[in-house]
């Protein structure tokens, strides 16, 4: 480890950060991550995506043998892929499973989840969307970019026998955004709701962003937020760029996560965190 590194954690978004707008890490943002890697960085893949949407990514960066870290839906899953074991897995009280379905049904709004999990290693993940309108746009762009198959069910309550990670509400951006604050408010106490893009709209337990898990994994590595730096540009990160010791926003942001960062780099397909990186780390 270079003890001169302020950063010891380096935590990126995935989608419009990590990854162009094709979805591939770009060979200059590649080769910078696993500089700072090389370094002592541990480096933290931190996405609202499941698991199975994050480990080709992983992969691709050998975050086995970099000091990885995947921090899976949106913080609800934490996992250290050098050891090879789960440091954190959190899922919604199973008593407000169907207030959320009804709440769906109340607002037009489509619902989905993630099916009962498949074991990678000695880890578990979900392989399937489950929902009643699995033929959504929006439900059908999550399948898409995770990977993931898609399962109609003809009530995803009776489904859900198993602990769930979140839910995902779809639909137009402005019209969530209408919306969001009275789930928000009806569900007060018993999960967390905000959106992670414009359509969608995500009821995570509570206490669960990548702020609070980010916090979670520093102390347990024996470090804090101070030493964290995270790069990000949606919604969902905008938590964890308030919060760390350096935030990192992409010029292709959302305002509230340039609002909310130290410094704002180039965007996503122009290698803005390689910019960030070699300005800041190495």
Do not use: W
């Not at 978004?13 to 162009?20: F, K, P, R, S």
């Not at 707008?21 to 080769?31: G, L």
């Not at 893949?45 to 994050?54: D, E, F, H, L, Q």
Request: hydrophobic share 40%.
């Amino acid at each position: 480890m270079n003890k001169d590194i302020q950063y010891k954690i380096l935590a990126f978004d995935i989608d419009g950060t990590l990854v162009d707008e094709e979805k591939n890490i770009r060979p200059r943002t590649k080769e910078a991550v696993l500089k700072a890697a090389t370094a002592g960085c541990n480096i933290v893949i931190a996405s609202g995506r499941p698991v199975n949407g994050v480990l080709r990514f992983a992969e691709e960066l050998d975050l086995k043998n970099n000091n990885g870290f995947i921090l899976a839906l949106n913080g609800g899953v934490i996992l250290s892929l050098k050891d090879n074991c789960i440091i954190k897995y959190a899922t919604l009280p199973s008593e407000f499973y169907r207030e959320i379905y009804e709440l769906s049904k109340k607002y037009s709004v489509p619902l989905m989840t993630y099916d009962k999990e498949d074991v990678y290693g000695s880890f578990s993940f979900a392989k399937t969307v489950i929902s009643e309108d699995i033929y959504d746009k929006y439900i059908q762009i999550e399948a898409r970019i995770n990977k993931l198959s898609c399962r109609q069910v003809p009530d995803l309550c009776k489904e859900l026998d198993y602990p769930v990670t979140k839910f995902i509400m779809t639909g137009d951006g402005d019209y969530l955004a209408k919306v969001e604050p009275k789930i928000a408010e009806a569900l007060s106490g018993k999960a967390d709701v905000y959106r992670s893009a414009p359509f969608f709209l995500e009821i995570v337990p509570i206490g669960i962003d990548k702020a609070e898990s980010l916090n979670y994994l520093a102390g347990s590595l024996g470090y804090t937020m101070d030493n964290v730096m995270a790069f990000g540009d949606g919604y969902n990160d905008v938590s964890m760029l308030e919060h760390v010791g350096m935030g990192i926003a992409m010029a292709n942001g959302c305002d509230e996560a340039r609002a909310a960062a130290d410094y704002v780099t180039s965007s996503n397909e122009e290698d803005g965190c390689a910019e960030a990186i070699y300005k800041f780390v190495i």
